[in-house]
């Protein structure tokens, strides 16, 4: 199947993005142990949108399968290329093909769920993939948080292909999807210097 516009532009920036510095090291570090430590090493674990792959790399010591998926092949092919614990599994796939290879412990989105097309519906399929007690840990942009400067300049540089087709959440309206989908939210922290990139773990009710 042809590429969708959205995977032209994740795979067109790739490489850009795999350059990239990291902006606030520790926060990223915080972030990293905070997951870890809500996992277990029985743990079947899936992320969506992996992109170039080190978070994956990091907690995928932590379980005894994790699978990451993103939907541009030139992220997955960085990802593949870097050195992995045999724990570890890169598959191109979009969230909706990924989530049908349930059940999972957990499921990983970071920086992923303002970006897919349907939200509600990408939600339940997490939901859905989900044991029942498993917990989605994400991090989210909710754009329409930020002032309305960022929020011009953002829609400028998409204008001109420089950034992503998003959905314009408000960190309230993440929460009200999140219980719609069946989500209690157990925890929301900040790591970094953004409110509005909040990190929450969400748990699907036990049965
Ligand atoms: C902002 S990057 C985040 C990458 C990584 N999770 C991180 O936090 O650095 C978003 C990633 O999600 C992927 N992506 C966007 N929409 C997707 C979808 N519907 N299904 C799968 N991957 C998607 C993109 O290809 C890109 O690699």
Redesign the pocket.
Known sequence: MADTR??R???RI?QR?AARPLKNVAAYEAMLADAAARLSPQDRVL??????G??AIHLAGFVSEFVA????TE?VAIAKAKPAGDTLRFVV??????LADGPFDAI?????LH???DLPD?LSRIHQALVPGGQLIS?TWCFADLNPGMRILFALLRTVGLF?RVTMLTETGLHQALRAAGFEIVDQRQFGTYPQNPYIVARKPAA
């Open positions: 959205n995977q532009f994740w795979n790739a993005y992320e969506i949108g992996c992109g170039t080190g978070t998926t993103d939907f541009s992220m796939a979009d969230a909706a093909q990924a990983c989105a970071f920086n992923v970006l897919v097309d990408t991090k992503p």
